[in-house]
């Protein structure tokens, strides 16, 4: 199955890490993408729907045009957004119609309402196969403890993230750590706001969430935290030195994307997977796959 | 149905710590929880102090967590919940408990409420019979109409959980119901007052207050609406905030300019680019992201090819808004 693949904005400016691991852990695995290119971003749920509806009306209409129906995205937020979106487009077909004829039309382009849109995590545990990736894992994660961190935009709201039929969705990256032969370590905050939305708006509580969170995966004795969103590993990692220091505590908690994680166990090296960009240093996870290798 | 009662008991007169007892029950599968309270208090402890006053799910009074989760005692089966013949019953979370399961809802819910002061004023001038309003006019309101202001969407709130000031998802859909009635005279003025510090924008949309709400009224898209209004209406931020506005006419002109997001030009914009103390603020984190490659060069972003047709988009939205 061909994807039209949606990078989104952040895996090519502050993460620009994501991007390529994304891409190995597709190429490893088979997956065949092709970059939509000439689209915009979502809006992240900043930009009033107003605005961001039809420039993603645009964009799925553009995955139609190349005569794909799937989108694959690597940005929770991305697909928080399209999701949302794309229930719109589909359960309230004037809604699309008036979309279309006002700002489509004159590219000559039509959103017909076809496309699917899914996280490269939903990607991998509902078309690729969980099974299939195992043949892949060149290195069990074997003794790494992670605590997994969904953030919101990939959970809620649940009646359309994770409807009837698609409730596993609520534990695939346990799923998914389970067969990397990753430990879970199960904290509190894991499908709670990782705080990025408010911290122009509200630092100080966008540094108390980033500080609740990682706090609670070191007390749980995680080595890393895992995230399929950029945003949440911004706000997590790159702020986590900040969120500290508000706290007046240490915490040095390691958050590694998603695809990353994929990249380590099968078999690239952190180099390979960039893991030296991350701001806090992820050294502990290095040390613990090294135990991992030798026993 | 036997079931076993965990009940939160806290008595601040006597001076005693908060404590769960336990008490057996034997009712009906019928039964709901405040049933079961109901059958505690009249058979077995009289001393037990609980909300109740509908019993049908109308009026919010006996909002409580049980099981874990905010539920109202009214509605819920004992039967439904049960886990392993155990019900476990208690206050709702992030609010002052008064006795057992009576908490004290003025600071938590009814000072927010009147914060966004939910009634209509009138638009004048008035006429001289009733106001008619035509039944599609009051589509959107009816969304937000049946709220019985039970305050679980505010229990199950990310943002209070750390920061009881924000005014919270309940008062705001409250906002919602005032905003989109076609009889009110205050549109614009109440969009500026849930726009102040603690209010729509200080939301996260975690969409975690829809999960919570138990007649489905879905508090984060009524939120997302007022949002959506105020921004149809030219606010941005209230009075007292303008790094709001800031932020989002600096993301806004981002995806206008290059069809995608100038994280770099965002941050600087955002603080204001005269702000000179909140520029300094940034400086730590641009120096640690520097080395890493972690700090993308602001107003050196490169056009995404379809940068045109996005900015047209954007162009004939915001001319359909004003």
Redesign the interface.
């Known amino acids: 199955m061909k994807y039209a693949f949606y990078p989104g904005?952040?895996s090519?400016?502050?993460?620009?890490e994501l991007y390529p691991a994304s891409v190995k852990v597709a190429e490893t695995l088979g997956i065949e993408i092709e970059e939509v290119?000439?689209?915009?971003?979502t809006?992240?749920?900043?930009?009033?729907?107003?605005?961001s509806d039809?420039?993603n009306a645009?964009t799925l209409a553009k995955v139609e045009a190349m005569g794909l129906s799937s989108l694959m995205t690597i940005c929770s937020t991305c697909q928080g957004v399209f999701t949302q979106a794309n229930h719109r487009f589909k359960n309230e077909p004037e809604y699309r119609q008036k979309i279309n004829a006002?700002?489509l039309a004159?590219?000559g382009l039509e959103y017909k309402g076809t496309v699917e849109v899914k996280h490269l995590l939903w990607v991998l545990m509902e078309d690729y196969g969980v099974e299939n990736l195992k043949p892949y894992i060149r290195r069990k994660l074997t003794g790494l403890k992670v605590a997994p961190f969904y953030g919101?935009y990939i959970r809620?709201?649940?009646?359309i993230i994770a409807p009837k039929g698609l409730s596993g969705r609520k534990t695939y990256l346990e799923d998914l750590l389970d067969v990397l032969g990753a430990e879970s370590v199960d904290s509190s905050g894991k499908s709670?706001?990782c705080?990025f939305?408010?911290l122009?708006?509200?630092e100080?509580?966008s540094m108390?969430?980033v500080s609740?969170h990682t706090g609670d995966a070191k007390t749980k004795g995680a080595d890393c935290m895992v995230t399929p969103c950029p945003l949440c590993h911004l706000n997590l990692d790159?702020?986590q030195?900040?969120a500290e220091k508000r706290a007046g505590t240490q915490i040095g908690m390691p958050i590694i994307h998603l695809p990353q994680l994929l990249g380590l166990a099968f078999g690239f090296d952190e180099k390979e997977m960039e893991l030296?960009?991350?701001?806090v240093s992820t050294e502990a996870v290095s040390r613990q796959l090294e135990v991992s290798i030798r026993s | 149905m036997e079931t076993t009662f965990k009940v939160y008991r806290f008595d601040p007169e006597n001076g005693s710590k908060p404590d769960f007892a336990t008490y057996q029950v034997d009712l009906p599968d019928s039964a709901t929880v405040m049933d079961g309270l109901r059958h505690i208090r009249d058979e077995q402890d009289p001393s037990l102090a609980f909300r109740a006053s509908c019993e049908r799910g109308s009026c919010g009074d006996c909002a409580l967590r049980i099981n874990k989760k905010g539920r109202l005692g009214c509605t819920l089966k004992i039967a439904k919940t049960v886990k392993n013949g155990v019900v476990t019953v208690e206050p709702i979370r992030n609010i002052p408990v008064l006795k057992d399961l009576v908490y004290d809802l003025e600071g938590f819910l009814w000072k927010k409420i009147k914060s966004v002061q939910p009634w209509i004023t009138p638009r004048e001038p008035e006429p001289k019979g009733e106001y008619v309003v035509a039944e599609e006019q009051l589509a959107e309101v009816r969304k937000a109409m049946s709220c019985v202001m039970c305050g679980l969407c505010d229990e199950g709130c990310?943002?209070i959980k750390?920061?009881k000031d924000?005014v919270g998802p309940a008062a705001l859909t409250k906002a919602y119901r005032a905003v989109f009635d076609p009889r009110d005279g205050q549109h614009n003025e109440r969009l500026t007052l849930v726009s102040e510090?603690g209010g729509v924008?200080?939301?996260?949309?975690?969409?975690?207050a829809?999960?919570h709400c138990p007649l489905n009224l879905?508090p984060?898209?009524r939120l997302?609406e007022v949002?959506?209004e105020a921004?149809?209406q030219g606010i941005r931020s209230g009075t007292r905030?303008p790094?709001?506005q800031r932020?989002?006419d600096s993301?806004?002109n981002s995806?206008k300019r290059s069809?995608?997001?100038d994280?770099g030009r965002l941050a600087i914009e955002?603080e204001g680019l005269t702000n000179i103390a909140g520029l300094a603020k940034l400086l730590?984190?641009v120096i640690?992201?520097i080395p890493?490659?972690?700090?993308?060069l602001p107003y050196f972003h490169h056009k995404?090819?379809?940068?045109e047709?996005?900015r047209?988009?954007?162009d004939?939205?915001?001319r359909?808004?004003a």
């Open positions: 904005c952040v090519r400016g502050a993460c620009p290119t000439d689209v915009g971003c809006g992240a749920g900043v930009l009033s729907r107003d605005l039809p420039i645009r006002e700002y004159e590219e919101c809620r709201p649940t009646s709670k706001c705080g939305p408010i122009t708006v509200n100080e509580n108390r969430m609740d790159a702020n030195p900040t030296q960009r991350h701001i | 990310a943002v750390i920061d924000f510090p924008w200080d939301c996260t949309h975690c969409f975690e829809n999960g879905e984060t898209d997302f949002r959506d921004i149809r905030n790094k709001v932020h989002y993301f806004l995806v069809g995608w997001l994280e955002s730590p984190t640690r992201a890493k490659g972690k700090a993308p995404r090819p379809g940068a047709a996005i047209r988009i954007i004939k939205a915001q359909s808004e």
